[in-house]
Nanobody, 120 residues
Framework: QVHLVESGGGLVQPGGSLRLSCAASGSFFRINDMGWYRQAPGKERELVATITTGGRTNYADSAKGRFTISRDNAKNTVSVQMNSLKPEDTAVYYC??????????????WGQGTQVTVSS
């Protein structure tokens, strides 16, 4: 019914950049907040960045100044540009979307995740 497709993950050297994108498709009335979370082995899933429909952003302290989140409401996509990547950024990155379907209220959907590895 609703699925999120992520792209852009991969292997980069420290100091490099990646751009992750996520597209929502299926049957829904509207998308509310969208964002990115990440989870490293043995650690809890944590916030990277979120953005509201109106463009208000929120970043984890570790992401501020390096990552930039954006969205295209017409295309139902959200992206995060990640610059100056560090080894500690290595994790599986998950797209998150809170949306309203035609049969339910606000509901959270997650993507399958895309691996980001920062290594020399």
């Amino acid at each position: 019914q609703v699925h999120l497709v992520e792209s852009g993950g991969g292997l980069v050297q420290p100091g490099g950049s990646l751009r992750l994108s996520c597209a929502a498709s299926g049957s829904f009335f509207r998308i509310n907040d969208m964002g990115w979370y990440r989870q490293a082995p043995g650690k809890e899933r944590e916030l990277v960045a979120t953005i509201t429909t109106g463009g208000r952003t929120n970043y984890a302290d570790s992401a501020k100044g390096r990552f930039t989140i954006s969205r295209d409401n017409a295309k139902n996509t959200v992206s995060v540009q990640m610059n100056s990547l560090k080894p500690e950024d290595t994790a599986v990155y998950y797209c998150r979307a809170a949306l309203n379907t035609y049969s339910s209220g606000n509901y959270v959907y997650w993507g399958q995740g895309t691996q980001v590895t920062v290594s020399s």
